[in-house]
């Protein structure tokens, strides 16, 4: 099992930054990837952002590339979602998970390959 606990969610005008953290605990710590997800109100999850767990190759959704930074700390099973230049539309509560098997790179957003999830995180995002 593995426990994921997130934080650095807030309220935060547009043009804001936050810094979401996700710290993994518990006995099944050879995992895969990590992924950031997010949920607004009305809409279905979609995948924000990954990162293989080996070499920190990442992957980001068309609407945050070039905004939101992905990375880890392997030693303290961390993973972090730097995020630049909020706009209102990235209101939602955002999750962190993490992935056990491998996939191909192409289904890095898919939730359905993510086995453990945190509790969320709100982001919102207005003036």
């Known amino acids: 099992q593995v426990q994921l606990v997130e934080s650095g969610g807030g309220l935060v005008q547009p043009g804001g930054s936050l810094r979401l953290s996700c710290a993994a605990s518990g006995s099944d710590l050879d995992y895969y990837a990590y992924g950031w997800f997010r949920q607004a109100p009305g809409k279905d999850r979609e995948g924000v952002s990954s990162?293989?767990?080996?070499?920190?190759?990442?992957i980001y959704h068309d609407s945050v590339r070039g905004r939101f930074t992905v990375s880890r700390d392997n030693r303290n099973n961390t993973v972090y979602l730097q995020m630049n230049d909020l706009r209102p539309e990235d209101t939602a509560v955002y999750y962190c998970?993490?992935?056990?098997?491998?996939?191909?790179?192409?289904?890095?957003?898919?939730?359905?390959?993510?086995?453990?999830w945190g509790q969320g995180t709100q982001v919102t995002v207005s003036s």
């Open positions: 998970a993490v992935a056990t098997l491998w996939f191909h790179v192409t289904h890095s957003l898919q939730d359905s390959k993510y086995k453990y």
């Open positions: 990162i293989r767990r080996s070499d920190g190759y990442s």
